[in-house]
């Protein structure tokens, strides 16, 4: 009998444990029985649903909280209030044995084709609030839970979806479809929504329903547990059950299970042998109030925690700062995780992870709360948070927390200041609470930071200088920063930001602090605005486009084709197939060496003993070439690289092999017992440009293009150095990297999530050293992409149809985020140094630039320096420009293209230039870039003019110029940048179109890849126009390289266009061949007319190749012109993007809210690129930056607040396909407006800080809060009232 067995079976206590075989919930209103049997005790409700349920419209990517792409809702018991509520929750978080009772909710069961659609789907898909619709999901059920919760603003909305990451569309279109919902919708909101036809609305949900119809949950009161054999899940329901299940179990270890939320922080590394569910316990939920304070059951959800103090300090004045520390929570995690984390799980999690920047621990330490623990003996302690971090928690619970009442002459305030708006830990937080005395003496202080370093708490000695000094006194302020400055000693780990900027700004938020209590009459005016935190209304969005009615179905603006299913779950991706029989999975083996490290053994013994693991392939064991990117794919491609690492490590985390096992986990498992050894290398290894430049190692920078100046001006009235430094950037993709693979009779059936058939099918191919033939590709979608399925999806389909191929056997691989982060290239690194010489009109008389592109360890298939120099000189005058641009090869994993490669680098360079000139001759920005442009600029003037009137930038300008006059503390700043895109044309893409005699309904196929983009929409809007059929009768099939063989990758914004004029030409041969058979009847239909011609034996399918050689397809210029306006709290670095006003030259759009949606996506895109997305590597290259928790791309509330965007009318494009231009990347080249932007408004508290300063800081990675908290010149010798 193991010990467990033992314990269990013993009366040791004085609960009944009765044992259950089954667990019961409802998924909407089917029940389901779980038997114990079947599923171990930490399997996700998200495994759940996808696995055993099939439901796989619920979504995973992180695996942590972090996305929200697995979001679902439930209806539970309240047990508290005993009444049903219904919350949104990560279904990747939520253990499926703590939702007994619960009925769960999915975007499959809302709502559907069969019994009609819920209002949450219907209004985000006549929004076009999707693309890949890889989020949607997630989206809805957030959503779905907050319809149904009853009444909600505009604001609650926008609040909500902080934990939601959507990279396709800019969140712009998911808020304004969710906000047409809320009880103050705005009228714009009402009135507007793209053309679609008559969806069918829930027979349930029809008006504002918002009842439940749902059979009643199942309800337990009595302990019970699930048996394991190696573990037990053990609810309980009263504190005294905790207890006895401790002592029934002594020896064991053991969880108490709030939300299981702490695991997406840190990850569980064993699981216990006893999981105790404690969230029906009624004591640690409930709160009282007792002499005059406030008793929180500790292990009350942080969303419940949030309600009750807004209520309280709204009721009771001794509790009104509550309402703060409310606010505070309101910035941790995301509302999912809210509705299930525990105010003790978050503090506990503090006491087993002391660098853990606690905002709960922050805020309750601040005010001075304490902690009721009850020991396994029943003693009782209490201990205040400090104290608590030491103390032996072994058999212990928190059980409830004391907040004291705290009257007016206490003042409190907390800070958290985030890389992003929403979602993401501080990278300083920071409680004050002082009394004062009527006299404004400082009776006491408590001072707590967080994020400084693991043992800092309190700046005692900061409090002990406050305490008898009087607060509003220069004097007072100098000597507590003094002592700050002394007592602050942040640490050094990567990735957090560097000490200094956490010191300084700890310092800059007691400032702020001091500056928001003191009062009004006594301190600056300019200084006053520093003590607000800033201010974000709701966001608003405009689009202004034209379309042309007598075109339609081409034109019109229809939401996506696939745009129900994407919200209703029925849209299924590569990761949704159904296990074949005998289904494998794969993971990968990676090299835990910093490059150049020579692999001197793999020992896989231990991997092998895992049971259900069936194989290990690495180098040895590929029957053809070992590259996965063969030159027979593609003339572009000339380096090999590696499936399996061959010897020498090219990067830390390089692919070594592949495990093969019975499930994905096992898998996971499994390769991490590989151990891999190593020795050290001859080659010293680099990581960044400027390393490479300043040591100039061989071999490692080599020149690729060099342009010499014509000319050169002899008026130079200035010199200007300056130097552009940006790293890479991880496309996000909510898909991550996967592949599926079936043997069968003809060979591999292989679906890749790729952006390349050809490639995913020919490396195959290559790598099995089969013939082409035997490989089927088939694509029907991907989740997301953004240049990062063009190629590097095919390292994963190589492995992957290794292992199938060796095994005869279906295997998928799935790359976890943290692989895919770790072993995937990203955009490329730039640095830049440039000289520029100007005359007094800022005109350029010589211009020397050295650019440096940083390819990666085994790059150089995807090098985009040629074109970052071809675009970088593409409008501005460049006689006198020289240019030297070289290609720098890092042992960082390989560069690969990102939406916009080159491209966004070149412009963000030329336009930093222009900036750089203005801000150093103090001339307007505008017309230093009109001074230094090409002759014949009229089509991109004509926007930037467009631009200048309908941004009202004049007056903004002059608005912006006395706000920071009025202001030390919160500066506005305003950029207006424009951009010509070059497209290129290149390539080759089928279309095929087949029309079926039995109805007249017609099918395309097309050689594109749909990821988003909109591809198929447009396919069948052009098909449908070009036949003169309703839009209905078109369908797009999935892709296949039977019926369009050879293409191109998806990419460079072209391929829909392409796709477009292979479709017309298509049309036009079909419409050729029937043209006879119409002219002999009178008025047939459609139907009857296709009827006719299959009697008569016409061919009714036509295929055809756009490609780059054809006559009238041309290269064309995309123009565009942006003006952006922020502001900046200096004191914090945060800033805000108040308003953005963008053009894009669209040409006549075909579809113009998938269009719309392309630029929102992409500006969005770009915005985190300048901003909040930072890769960080540690010395020896292992990227530290893999996880939600460390790589932040923006979120809802960090799009513009106010977000206009226009296509020019009247604008046709007269050499693009139907008059219309592309739309995928260029505006992502114009996000560089954020950064100066951002500069701007930094320029006016640089000169305020040192009349004597440069205004102008240099581009050295993304305008972070950071960076722009340092750049701002902070000193606390000038914080002064
Ligand atoms: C995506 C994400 C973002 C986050 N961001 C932040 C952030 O910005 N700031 C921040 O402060 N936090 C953040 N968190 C942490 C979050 O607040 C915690 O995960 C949550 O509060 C933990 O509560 P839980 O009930 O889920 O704990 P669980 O995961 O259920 O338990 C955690 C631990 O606490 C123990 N425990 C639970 N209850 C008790 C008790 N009564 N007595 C003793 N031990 C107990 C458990 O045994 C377990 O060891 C984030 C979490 C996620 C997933
Ligand atoms: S998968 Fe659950 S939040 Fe990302
Ligand atoms: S639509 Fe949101 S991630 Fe693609």
Redesign the pocket.
Known sequence: MDTLTWLFSQKASSTTLQQLQELKFYVHDQEHTVNTSDLPPETSLNTYLRKYSHLTGTKYMCL???CGSCVVAATVMDPVTNREVIIAV?SC?VPIYSCSGWKIHTSESIGNEKSGYHPVQQKLVQFNGTQCGFCSSGMVMNMYALYESGNFTMKDVENSFG?NMCRCTGYRPILSAFKSLAADASSDLLGKCADIEDIRVCKKTQGQCKQNCLTPCIKRSQAHYYDFGKSRWVKVFSVNEIFDVMKSSPDAS????????????YKRTKEPDVY?D?TSVKT?LEHSISNDSLVLG??M??TNAMNLFYKLAKEDSKFSYLENLGDHID????VP??N?????????????YQQ???????ILETVGATLT?VGIDQQEVTKNLVDFLSFD?KH????SITLPSLDASYKYESY?I?PRAQ????LVNAGFLLKLDDSNKVESARIVYGSINPSFIHAQNSEAYLTGKNLFENETLQGVFETLDKELVPDFVLPDPPPEFRKQLAIALMYKFILSITPDDKKSARNKSGGAKLVRPVSSGTQDYETNESLYPLTQPIPKLEALAQCSGQAKYIMDMHDEPGQLYGAFVLAKATACSVISKIDTTEALKLPGVVAFYDKNDIPGENNFMPKKASDLFSVPEEIFCSGVVKYYFQSVGLIVATSQEIAENAAELVNVSYVEGKETPYFTIREMIAKNPEGKINLAVKVEAKSKGSDVKHVIKGKFDVSWQYHYQMETQCCAVIPGEDGLDIYPSTQSLNLAQTSAANALNIPVNKINVFVRRIGGAYGSKISRNSLVSCAAAIAAYKLQKPVKLQMSLITNMNVIGKRNPCAADYEVGVDEKGSIQYLNISVYSDIGSEGGNEAVISELVYVLTFIYKSDNWNINAYYAKSDNHTATWCRAPGTVEAIGLAEVIMQHIAFTTNLDPIQIRRENLKENQADLTKHLDDLIQWADIEKRKQEIEEFNKANRWVKRGIASVIMTFPMYIFGNWYAHVSIYQGDGTVSVSHGGVEMGQGINTKAAQVCAYALGIPLNQVSVKPSNVLVTPNCMSTGGSLTSEAVAYAILKCCDTLKERIKPVKEKMKDPTWAELIYQCHLEYVDLCASYMYHAALPDVKSYPVHGATCVETEVDILTGLYQIKRVDLIEDAGNSMSPEIDIGQVEGAFIMGLGYWTSEQIIFNSEGELLTNR??TYKPPGVKDIPVDFRVKFPKNNPNPIGVLHSKATGEPPLCMAICVPLAIRDAVASARSDADSTADRWYNIDGPSSVENTFMNSLNNYKQYTI
Do not use: C, Q
């Open positions: 942590e909280g972090g990560n978080l934990g053991y969880m108490l299970v709030g939300g299981n939320t702490a695991t997406g922080v105790i404690i640690l500790a292990n959800s942080l910035l941790i995690a995301n995780v809210r299930t984390g525990t105010l003790a799980g978050n503090i506990f999690t503090k006491h087993e853990f920047p606690s905002d709960i621990f922050l623990i928690m212990k619970i928190i059980k958290k985030m979602n993401a830990h501080a939600t928790w």
